[in-house]
């Protein structure tokens, strides 16, 4: 079973950046996506990307802020976030799946998740 760790949460000033981390266990060939979720708020779904890395989707608050990338050489997919209002404060997971979809019930595996407070 696929385990996820997430890291490279932490503490940013507005307009700042932070690159998280979501590296796998072992390789998998799977659809990667970042979903938050902030206190009192449902989940969100943020990024995700295609197997090969040449798909890439984003959730509209993010779209032009954050970008997605993966190196499977590493085992390792990135979100880079740039441009980092208050309201990007959240918990952030990175997830699997089979297929290609923002639809959070479809990943099979999780990670446990990194915090990121972005101080206004």
């Known amino acids: 079973q696929v385990q996820l760790v997430e890291s490279g949460g932490g503490l940013v000033q507005a307009g700042g950046s932070l690159r998280l981390s979501c590296t796998a266990s072992e390789r998998f060939l799977n659809f990667v996506g970042w979903f938050r979720r902030a206190p009192g708020k449902e989940r969100e779904f943020v990024a995700l990307?295609?197997?090969?890395?040449?798909?890439?989707s984003y959730g509209d608050s993010v779209k032009g802020r954050f970008t997605i990338s993966r190196d499977d050489t590493k085992n390792t997919v990135y979100l880079q976030m740039t441009s980092l209002k208050p309201e990007d404060t959240a918990v952030y997971y990175c997830a699997a799946a089979v297929r290609f979809t923002a639809w959070a019930p479809s990943y099979e595996y999780w990670g446990r998740g990194t915090q990121v407070t972005v101080s206004s």
């Open positions: 990307i295609s197997r090969s890395g040449g798909s890439t």
